[in-house]
């Protein structure tokens, strides 16, 4: 035996055990320690990415309300923002802004609007920090209603018959017509009457201003304050004028006129009268009494009775006619009158479908059912519901197309008797009446799908239809804010239900909606259908009435608001005012603002155009 060779074998591999074993401790702390190492690294570049990205998120938090901020100036206060201004924050932490570009226009990228910039230093918490740049094109809001509202404004032709009064306004009973007014019969209390086309009115008138971008032509009697056209002027029977004014030729056919202006030739017939006369162009004196001063740039030809008391002609005078003209001849001369120039004038324009928002009861047919969707309406929750009835209880909103005590919640309109309702429908056309004279049905802007006859009954409702409106037999409707909190937040038939957009905390709230009483006609698909309105038989409107086609009126008709006719749609023939129509401004309520609802609200708009981080 070897013991000691044998024991040394042993401390050999014991000895290497050792170091095996040695060498892999050392090796499993060098990875635990890299491993260690490692997981610092993450968690540093992590809590700096965490820090970056809530500096960056800041910065995108100051962007967005300076955005919001942006949507609030007008364009004065955009213009009074100086380079290197400081934007607060109030609220936000960890976030600042300067303005490195002062608001400027720029027709490409901006049109309407102002482009300007701005730094916006997001700091977060861990000490990192991002510049946003960013760049905005601001447009700010405006109201677009076409310098002053008309009390009429029609586009499109208008025919003038039997009655028409305008009573009140203080001095805004004014007409716009975009296209040829004629008619005739009894026409008083029109301030100002502008149309784009020629004016030809007969029978008895009595107005205020009429403006014509082509011709006047006036015959019957009639007394006015200034006839301006920008073609003919020509008078013929009784009628009178303070002034006219064409920009090229007059004709008087025994007309009274106290000061004439004529770009043009003036003609003077029969035993027509004229105080002062101006024209750039020659006179044909047929048989007229000039008792002021005549300036004449041309010729004055002397072809009939009458006298020129006195004045100055650059021309000759020629003829053979007994007038006796007191004159004086200047040769060269300039007689100076202003060309007249058409006026821009705001067209109206009607809508029904972005109404249906507005609206407190939408009615509709789906199915051969009625659905009716309330909204804003006090004791009815938001949300869609069946029209239905039975026996002595009807017009009932229900969950269900069939009447339930258990799932119908309330009335909203009463008929001629308990057992009828006031609705009826047929091919399209919603029909209404009732018998009620202190409010038929529950108060609130109705909108309906189709077109709309309503008939008998008072009514506190705002209509609106997609299609055509027409009235029958005795209608009386007040427009919402007409109506004011008296009828619409006081009434005692429907308490339970009323229209909490305008009824809150006890006072009246006006909305734009609610000073409409009539507004028909809407666009869908690229297609406007409906938008005409007839009133007749016995109707009496207190609110706007807006066709978005066109309007008759005939019978005897009332209407305590403005009315308005866009000419969307597909109807031939113009509008027509006719019968006993009168439209009258006078004591109008607080809360109705009449041509309200012709607005057009263009909203502010605020757009970042690009943005980089610096």
Request: proline share 3%; charged share 10%; hydrophobic share 40%.
């Amino acid at each position: 035996m070897h013991p000691l060779l044998t024991s040394s074998r042993a401390q050999q591999r014991g000895i290497s055990t050792l170091l095996f074993v040695l060498l892999t401790s050392l090796s499993l702390g060098g990875m635990v320690f890299g491993a260690i190492s490692y997981v610092r690294g993450l968690q540093s570049q992590a809590i700096t990415v965490h820090a970056l990205t809530q500096a960056q998120l800041r910065a995108w938090n100051g962007a967005e309300a300076l955005r919001q901020y942006l949507l609030q100036l007008t364009l004065p206060e955009l213009g009074n923002l100086a380079i290197n201004a400081q934007a607060q924050f109030a609220g936000m932490e960890g976030v600042n802004a300067t303005l490195t570009q002062a608001p400027v226009a720029d027709a490409v990228n901006c049109p309407d609007g102002l482009v300007l910039a701005f730094d916006i230093v997001g700091n977060s918490a861990g000490g990192s920090s991002a510049v946003l740049d960013t760049h905005f094109c601001v447009v700010p809001g405006v109201v677009v209603n076409g310098g002053p509202k008309a009390a009429i404004n029609i586009r499109g032709d208008l025919g003038l018959g039997g009655n028409i009064e305008v009573l009140g306004g203080d001095g805004n009973a004014r007409v716009n017509v975009d296209g040829k007014v004629t008619g005739g019969g009894s026409i008083s209390g029109i301030e100002f009457l502008y149309a784009k086309g020629a004016i030809e009115l007969q029978g008895s008138t009595s107005n205020g201003t009429l403006f014509s971008e082509q011709s006047i032509t006036l015959s019957g009697s009639g007394d006015y304050n200034k006839l301006q056209a920008i073609g003919d002027i020509k008078l013929s029977g009784s009628v009178k004028a303070n002034a006219t004014h064409s920009n090229t030729a007059t004709l008087l056919s025994g007309n009274t006129v106290t000061d004439l202006k004529s770009i043009g030739p003036v003609t003077l017939a029969g035993d027509a009268k004229v105080e002062s006369l101006m024209t750039k162009a020659f006179v044909d004196h047929r048989g007229a009494i000039v008792s002021g001063r005549a300036l004449v740039q041309g010729d004055y030809q002397k072809n009939g009775w009458g006298s020129v008391a006195s004045g100055s002609y650059g021309g000759t005078v020629t003829g053979t006619g007994g007038a006796t003209i007191t004159m004086n001849r200047i040769a060269g001369l300039q007689v100076n009158i202003p060309v007249l120039t058409p006026e821009t004038i705001q067209a109206p324009t009607f809508d029904a479908y972005p109404y249906k928002a507005a609206a407190n009861y939408v009615f509709e047919r789906v199915a051969n059912a009625t659905k009716v969707t309330v909204r804003s309406v006090t004791g009815i929750p938001n949300g869609s519901y069946y029209l239905v009835g039975e026996g002595s209880r009807q017009d009932y909103l229900c969950k269900t197309n069939s009447f339930d005590a258990s799932t119908c919640l309330v009335k909203i309109c009463a008929g001629n008797s308990d057992n009828n309702s006031c609705f009826a429908y047929n091919n399209g056309t919603w029909s209404i009446t009732s018998n009620v004279s202190d409010g038929a049905m529950a108060p609130g802007v109705l909108w309906f799908d189709g077109n709309v006859v309503a008939g008998n009954g008072t009514y506190y409702n705002s209509w609106i239809a997609t299609g055509n409106i027409s009235t029958q037999g005795n209608h009386t409707s007040y427009a919402v804010n007409y109506a004011d909190y008296a009828l619409i937040c006081a009434g005692s038939r429907y308490a339970s239900t009323l229209p909490s957009n305008f009824c809150s905390g006890g006072r009246f709230k006006a909305q734009s909606v609610g000073n409409i009483c009539f507004g028909a006609g809407g666009l869908l698909n690229g297609t406007y259908r409906g938008g005409r309105i007839s009133l007749g038989a016995n109707v009496r409107v207190y609110g706007d009435v807006l066709a978005g086609d066109v309007l008759d009126t005939s019978g005897s008709t009332v209407i305590h608001g403005y009315i308005a006719a866009a000419d969307l749609g597909s109807f031939v023939g113009g509008n027509r005012l006719g019968a006993s129509t009168t439209i009258d401004l006078r004591n109008l309520p607080p809360n109705f603002t009449p041509g309200g609802g012709q607005e057009i609200n263009i909203p502010p708009e605020v757009t970042l155009r690009w943005s980089r981080y610096r």
